[in-house]
Nanobody, 123 residues
Framework: QVQLVESGGGLVQAGGSLRLSCAAS????????MGWFRQAPGKEREFVAA????????YYADSVKGRFTISRDNAKNTVYLQMNSLKPEDTAVYYC????????????????WGQGTQVTVSS
């Protein structure tokens, strides 16, 4: 079981940027595919972005494509989510997740989850 800790959330004005980080405890981090998900109040948790173990393959939700970038540094056991041109509708708790299989957009296929970090975008 890999432990995941997110950081980097906060309050930002619309049009601004934030970079989220997710640090993993497991030395075999490089074997995990990683994903970012978010959940707004009263809504289901939704997929944001995912990256394969090597970083060669990435997936994005249509709503963030062109604005968000997922990346990873296996030497630091960390995955990142660079968020630019933020909109009020991006406001949510952001979670990172890990799985030992291939990268996927499906929430239920991830076995390990962090506690989340709040992102609030003001208009």
């Amino acid at each position: 079981q890999v432990q995941l800790v997110e950081s980097g959330g906060g309050l930002v004005q619309a049009g601004g940027s934030l970079r989220l980080s997710c640090a993993a405890s497991d030395r075999t981090f490089s074997s995990y595919s990683m994903g970012w998900f978010r959940q707004a109040p009263g809504k289901e948790r939704e997929f944001v972005a995912a990256i394969s173990w090597s970083g060669a393959t990435t997936y994005y939700a249509d709503s963030v494509k062109g604005r968000f970038t997922i990346s990873r540094d296996n030497a630091k056991n960390t995955v990142y989510l660079q968020m630019n041109s933020l909109k009020p509708e991006d406001t949510a708790v952001y979670y990172c997740a890990a799985r030992t299989g291939g990268a996927t957009v499906s929430t239920r296929r991830y076995d390990n989850w962090g506690q989340g970090t709040q992102v609030t975008v003001s208009s």
